[in-house]
């Protein structure tokens, strides 16, 4: 049984459970809830990663992995299974591109969050700004490529990581209103959520 430092707050863990999921390795993972940020440490978690960053994966003989896609890349291995994986070689780089993108959205995603927690001294509007407006460029791209997505067959690994990052935009951000002007994204997005998968790793605050 492998544990998982994890919050049910982080987009990059619930990656990694969606995936575990979609594996059907749900149940491979005993969870570790843990509250971290840039100066909020827990020593417990630094014991196995000094980077104080979930998720982190701890397998039996004690030892770690992180981050999030060096997980997800695990959990494929482990499943020993093609199913989330692209068959040719111009399919995987797609993907890992997909993946990139679903992560740099979260990634902003956290940065805003950090920056709005800052002392109203220290807060830096431009820094807000700018986070925020890579965000909306990346969800433009998407939206042109919105096609691409729902002619995947089958999950992936990319896919998984736009679907939670978007619904980490509703969890935190659902005030911006990104589907307003992205109504294909919007559409592809509502129904990855109702996989069982995306259903049973709800955000929650908490």
């Excluded at 059907?24 to 960053?53: C, W």
């Excluded at 499943?79 to 993946?99: G, W």
């Excluded at 509007?125 to 995947?152: C, F, I, M, N, W």
């Excluded at 990052?165 to 109702?194: I, K, Q, V, Y």
Aim: net charge negative; aromatic share 6%; hydrophobic share 45%.
């Amino acid at each position: 049984m492998m544990k998982l430092f994890w919050s049910s707050r982080s987009p990059f863990a619930r990656k990694v459970m969606v995936l575990a999921h979609e594996l059907s390795l749900g149940d491979q993972l005993t969870l570790i809830r843990v509250a971290v940020g840039s100066i909020l440490l827990d020593e417990n978690l630094m014991k196995h990663n000094p980077l104080n960053r979930i998720p982190t994966l701890i397998f039996d003989d004690g030892s770690a992995l992180f981050d999030s896609r060096a997980i997800c890349d695990y959990l494929v291995q482990f499943a020993d299974t093609h199913e989330l994986t692209c068959a040719d070689h111009a399919s995987r780089i797609a993907d890992e591109r997909r993946q990139s993108l679903g992560d740099g959205i979260m990634e902003q995603s956290v940065l805003t969050l950090g920056e709005r927690k800052r002392p109203v001294q220290q807060f830096s509007p431009a820094h807000e700004a700018a986070y925020r407006l890579k965000t909306a460029r990346t969800l433009d791209l998407l939206e042109g490529e919105a096609e691409q997505l729902v002619a995947l067959t089958g999950v992936t690994i990319g896919s998984v990581a736009i679907a939670v990052a978007l619904s980490h935009l509703d969890f935190r951000f659902n005030e911006e209103n990104w589907r307003g002007t992205r109504p294909r994204l919007s559409d592809w997005h509502a129904s990855m959520t109702e996989r069982s998968s995306m259903k049973l790793t709800a955000f929650v605050e908490a």
